[in-house]
């Protein structure tokens, strides 16, 4: 059983950053892909960005230029920095860990409570 709890989340200002962190326990294999996905109000849930074990890394057109994924293995921690944030990144903030496709990360687990990003001045 793989939990994962999301924090980091928080209100800022349109062009502020937030760090957030994903903590995920249990049996997890360090070939497994790590990603961070958002669902903002009335839409669907968005892949944000994943990364490889290897380091590889992919990002939505949204987020490219001002967000950075990154992981620590030895934690089981995958992290998103977000820079230079806009009103439209509001959103619930989940993540998973799951298998890398071309352009596109499978999750596996079951959803945490996610963390929520509120971007608004």
């Known amino acids: 059983q793989v939990q994962l709890v999301e924090s980091g989340g928080g209100l800022v200002q349109p062009g502020g950053s937030l760090r957030l962190s994903c903590a995920a326990s249990?049996?997890?294999?360090?070939?497994?892909?790590m990603g961070w996905y958002r669902q903002a109000p009335g839409k669907p849930r968005e892949l944000v960005a994943y990364?490889?074990?290897?380091?590889?890394?992919s990002y939505a057109d949204s987020a490219k230029g001002r967000f950075t994924i990154s992981r620590d293995n030895i934690k089981n921690t995958v992290y998103l920095q977000m820079n230079s944030l806009k009103p439209e990144d509001t959103a619930v903030y989940y993540c998973?860990?799951?298998?890398?496709?071309?352009?596109?990360?499978?999750?596996?687990?079951?959803w945490g409570q996610g963390t929520q990003v509120t971007v608004s001045s």
């Open positions: 998973n860990i799951g298998v890398g496709r071309i352009g596109t990360m499978i999750p596996l687990y079951s």
């Open positions: 990364i490889l074990s290897g380091g590889n890394t």
């Open positions: 249990g049996t997890i294999f360090s070939s497994a892909a």
